[in-house]
T-cell receptor, first 112, second 112 residues
Framework: LAKTTQPISMDSYEGQEVNITCSHN???????ITWYQQFPSQGPRFIIQ?????VTNEVASLFIPADRKSSTLSLPRVSLSDTAVYYC?????????????WGLGTSLAVNP | ETGVTQSPTHLIKTRGQQVTLRCSSQ?????VSWYQQALGQGPQFIFQ???????GRGNFPPRFSGLQFPNYSSELNVNALELDDSALYLC???????????FGPGTRLTVL
């Protein structure tokens, strides 16, 4: 059964670095790992995407080990506005069908 | 540049009825993905359309069907509605199946 696993919730304080790890044992060989952020009553918003090793953009870094069975989203110096739910997304092949599998989400609370 | 739009915003149906949800993709995007998101849960992949062809399907029964038009807008049809179909239905468009997805605001469906 294809699935992704991530912590249900995390707490942090303003200015700290937050790392959220997602495990995805059945990721397709040629598929990307993508992370999204979602605020209440809104659709998810893209944060970062990677295939292997490390990717960095203006808001986050993504670390992917060589076996690609997990990934870690790193948010540097979080602020109150980073309080949201964070999802990892991977593609999984099931025969001739490709499925997009989302994690259950990690609810991040950033405290003052 | 127009973002992803969905209609209607809210919808109330009764069990057994049929519903059609609509999505206009962002300009230049050729891929549309549909998701069901229950309250407090992560998005569940329904299916994806790439250039008018179904490109992947999640674990949803055949009464969930879709269509993508030449202008890359899309419809999600659900027949024989059940109470458990009550959820937020999200549409996302992208350039290609693997790239960053841009989400619409969603359609809130309530089945009574």
């Amino acid at each position: 059964l294809a699935k992704t696993t991530q912590p249900i919730s995390m707490d942090s304080y303003e200015g700290q670095e937050v790392n959220i790890t997602c495990s995805h044992n059945n990721i397709a060989t040629n598929d990307y790992i993508t992370w999204y952020q979602q605020f209440p009553s809104q659709g998810p918003r893209f944060i970062i995407q990677g295939y292997k090793t490390k990717v960095t953009n203006e808001v986050a870094s993504l670390f992917i080990p060589a076996d690609r069975k997990s990934s870690t989203l790193s948010l540097p110096r979080v602020s109150l506005s980073d309080t949201a739910v964070y999802y990892c997304l991977v593609g999984v092949n099931a025969g001739n069908n490709r499925k997009l599998i989302w994690g259950l989400g990690t609810s991040l609370a950033v405290n003052p | 540049e127009t973002g992803v739009t969905q209609s209607p915003t809210h919808l109330i149906k009764t069990r057994g009825q049929q519903v059609t949800l609509r999505c206009s993709s962002q300009s230049g995007h050729n891929t549309v993905s549909w998701y069901q998101q229950a309250l407090g849960q992560g998005p569940q992949f329904i299916f994806q359309y790439y250039r008018e062809e179904e490109n992947g399907r999640g674990n949803f029964p055949p009464r969930f069907s879709g269509l993508q038009f030449p202008n890359y807008s899309s419809e999600l049809n659900v027949n024989a509605l059940e109470l458990d179909d009550s959820a937020l239905y999200l549409c996302a468009s992208s350039w290609g199946r693997d790239n960053e997805q841009f989400f619409g605001p969603g359609t809130r469906l309530t089945v009574l």
